[in-house]
C-alpha cells in the first residue's frame, strides 16, 4: 500500500482506496482491475499504478510527469502497456516517476529530477 490506494492479486489484480488520479475506481472495496490476464507483480503510488502481467509493464493513472510510460502526459484511468520493454521481472512507481528490471535491464521514465 502506498498512498491511499491498495492492491493484491488473488486469481487476478484488485485495487481499492481513494483515488484522485484513478488508479483504483475510488472504491472501499476491492474492485478487479481489466485487461490483466495474468498478473504477477504491483506497485502503487499517490498517484499510479503499475503491474507486470505476461512480461509486460502495465500502467494507469496519474501522467502529470510521464511516469506510466507511453511517451505522453494524459491520464490514463485503465491499464496501458508500456512500450519498448518486455520480459519485465520488477517494478516501482512513486508519485513521479517509474522504473522497472525487463531482459535484466533497468529503465526509468518521469520526472527525472528526484
Known sequence: MTGFTSCAIAGGL???GFSDDGQDNDT???TRVGGLSQPEAVATSHGTSCA???GGLYCWGS???GEIGDGTNI???APTRVPGISGVTAVSTNSSMTCAVADGKVYCWG???L
Open 75 to 77: 491520464y490514463r484511468p
Open 14 to 16: 484488485y485495487c481499492w
Open 63 to 65: 501522467n502529470d510527469y
Open 52 to 54: 507486470i502481467s505476461g
Open 28 to 30: 472501499e472495496s476491492p
Open 111 to 113: 520526472d527525472g529530477r
